[in-house]
């Protein structure tokens, strides 16, 4: 099959939300191929360790290229040690540089509970505005809603959970089988 006939992969919603020293990062579980779901709970957002720092990251992209970048910031935070943001930056310079990184497929949003960031392959580390970064296929739906419900008495679990059912109900590529990590607060 030609990579012209392949249909694509499609999927991914993730969200982080950061408010009252609380951040969440939330994604679903929706891997789909081309119009068809694949499987409706793939665990897209996880919790490392590193150096015993805790640090949640949720993937957008191919699961295998997701992997590999996590398994790199892993030794960047090994390497930096409770350092979230330079870890970020130099797994981001590596991605962009190095020839066999550059081919990797995904985006990734990362937080240690203070900072939160979105990741990606054209260098990227990117400090998002309004305490709010969401990625994948129905990223956008996820960021509005959440944005809208940000000045809200609503904590920023119950804002990810609402977001993301909110994507879920108007993107094709997103379902409502989320996975939610907290940290900070």
Request: net charge negative.
């Given at each position: 099959?030609?990579?012209?006939d392949?249909?694509?992969?499609h999927?991914?919603?993730?969200?982080?939300v950061?408010?009252?020293?609380?951040?969440?990062?939330?994604?679903?579980?929706?891997?789909?191929?081309?119009?068809?779901?694949?499987?409706?709970?793939?665990?897209?957002?996880?919790?490392l360790?590193?150096?015993?720092?805790?640090?949640?990251?949720?993937?957008?992209?191919?699961?295998?290229?997701?992997?590999?970048?996590?398994?790199?910031?892993?030794?960047?935070?090994?390497?930096?040690?409770?350092?979230?943001?330079?870890?970020?930056?130099?797994?981001?310079?590596?991605?962009?540089?190095?020839?066999?990184?550059?081919?990797?497929?995904?985006?990734?949003?990362?937080?240690?509970?203070?900072?939160?960031?979105?990741?990606?392959?054209?260098?990227?580390?990117?400090?998002?505005?309004?305490?709010?970064?969401?990625?994948?296929s129905?990223?956008?739906?996820?960021?509005?809603a959440?944005?809208?419900?940000m000045?809200?008495?609503?904590?920023?679990?119950?804002?990810?959970?609402?977001?993301?059912?909110?994507?879920?109900?108007?993107?094709?590529?997103?379902?409502?089988?989320?996975?939610v990590?907290?940290?900070?607060?």
């Amino acid at each position: 099959m030609a990579d012209s006939d392949f249909p694509g992969w499609h999927g991914t919603t993730i969200i982080g939300v950061r408010k009252g020293g609380q951040v969440v990062v939330a994604g679903d579980g929706q891997v789909s191929l081309g119009q068809t779901v694949i499987k409706g709970s793939a665990r897209k957002v996880r919790r490392l360790s590193p150096g015993g720092y805790d640090v949640v990251a949720g993937f957008a992209g191919s699961t295998a290229d997701a992997f590999t970048l996590l398994e790199r910031l892993e030794k960047k935070l090994e390497a930096t040690p409770g350092q979230l943001q330079r870890a970020s930056v130099e797994l981001a310079k590596d991605w962009r540089t190095d020839k066999y990184l550059q081919k990797l497929e995904a985006m990734l949003i990362v937080t240690d509970g203070r900072e939160l960031y979105i990741i990606t392959g054209a260098g990227d580390v990117l400090e998002p505005e309004h305490d709010v970064a969401a990625i994948g296929s129905g990223g956008n739906y996820a960021l509005a809603a959440a944005r809208a419900m940000m000045d809200t008495e609503k904590d920023a679990e119950t804002i990810a959970r609402d977001a993301m059912a909110i994507a879920a109900d108007i993107c094709v590529y997103t379902n409502g089988n989320l996975t939610v990590e907290k940290i900070g607060g």
